[in-house]
T-cell receptor
Framework: SAVISQKPSRDICQRGTSLTIQCQVDSQVTMMFWYRQQPGQSLTLIAT?????????ESGFVIDKFPISRPNLTFSTLTVSNMSPEDSSIYLCSVENRYGNGYNEQFFGPGTRLTVL | EDQVTQSPEALRLQEGESSSLNCSYT??????LFWYRQDPGKGPEFLFT???AGEEKEKERLKATLTKKESFLHITAPKPEDSATYLCAVQASSGTYKYIFGTGTRLKVLA
């Protein structure tokens, strides 16, 4: 299994500011993802972080609002830009290991709890 | 549209009272079905992956089964430490291999 850390673990931010969340993995992984989990709701995929190229965003999420970087196979950042109270949520980084036999596993970081005032 | 529905939303059990959680899904070709446990304030913890109908996986008091339309997570003789939210997700075999999550079942086991 992969060990994933996220920074910060939580933050309280003012409306209109931006926050960058870091995700570090203890091993090289092919697939890295960013999710949002709003209170009492399921996980929603924001984007797939692609190493060396632009992230692939899901419907409803755009690069200007959620810019993502992935400079190497163990690290990624998600920025939440021009924040509003509706962005208050838990943001989760995840990685997927895909094995040659078709077996795959997805592991999650501890999450970043963001509150926007 | 690919979709995952979990039931019940919440479940309270006495310690030792076995039960099952349900995950119904519709997906355009199933690559895998995943079960996770999530404790408050933490990220989901991977439990099982199931790939084909009839497959079963076990881990301690948990047993996951899969049919063509749904999966069950059976909890045998649960303990208070099994209290958590249990999430189900499916991954489609086409397109971007995106994971689609259900809203979870909040399990509370009373001593």
């Amino acid at each position: 299994s992969a060990v994933i850390s996220q920074k910060p673990s939580r933050d309280i931010c003012q409306r209109g500011t931006s926050l960058t969340i870091q995700c570090q993995v203890d091993s090289q992984v092919t697939m890295m993802f960013w999710y949002r989990q709003q209170p009492g709701q399921s996980l929603t995929l924001i984007a797939t972080a692609n190493q060396g190229s632009e992230a692939t965003y899901e419907s409803g999420f755009v690069i200007d609002k959620f810019p993502i970087s992935r400079p190497n196979l163990t690290f990624s950042t998600l920025t939440v830009s021009n924040m509003s109270p509706e962005d208050s949520s838990i943001y989760l980084c995840s990685v997927e290991n895909r094995y040659g036999n078709g077996y795959n596993e997805q592991f999650f970081g501890p999450g970043t709890r963001l509150t926007v005032l | 549209e690919d979709q995952v529905t979990q039931s019940p939303e919440a479940l309270r059990l006495q310690e030792g009272e076995s039960s099952s959680l349900n995950c119904s899904y519709t997906v355009s070709g199933l690559r895998g079905l995943f079960w996770y446990r999530q404790d408050p304030g933490k990220g989901p913890e991977f439990l099982f992956t199931l790939y084909s109908a009839g497959e079963e996986k076990e881990k301690e008091r948990l047993k996951a089964t899969l049919t063509k339309k749904e999966s069950f997570l059976h909890i045998t003789a649960p303990k208070p430490e099994d209290s958590a939210t249990y999430l189900c997700a499916v991954q489609a075999s086409s397109g971007t291999y995106k994971y689609i999550f259900g809203t979870g079942t909040r399990l509370k086991v009373l001593a």
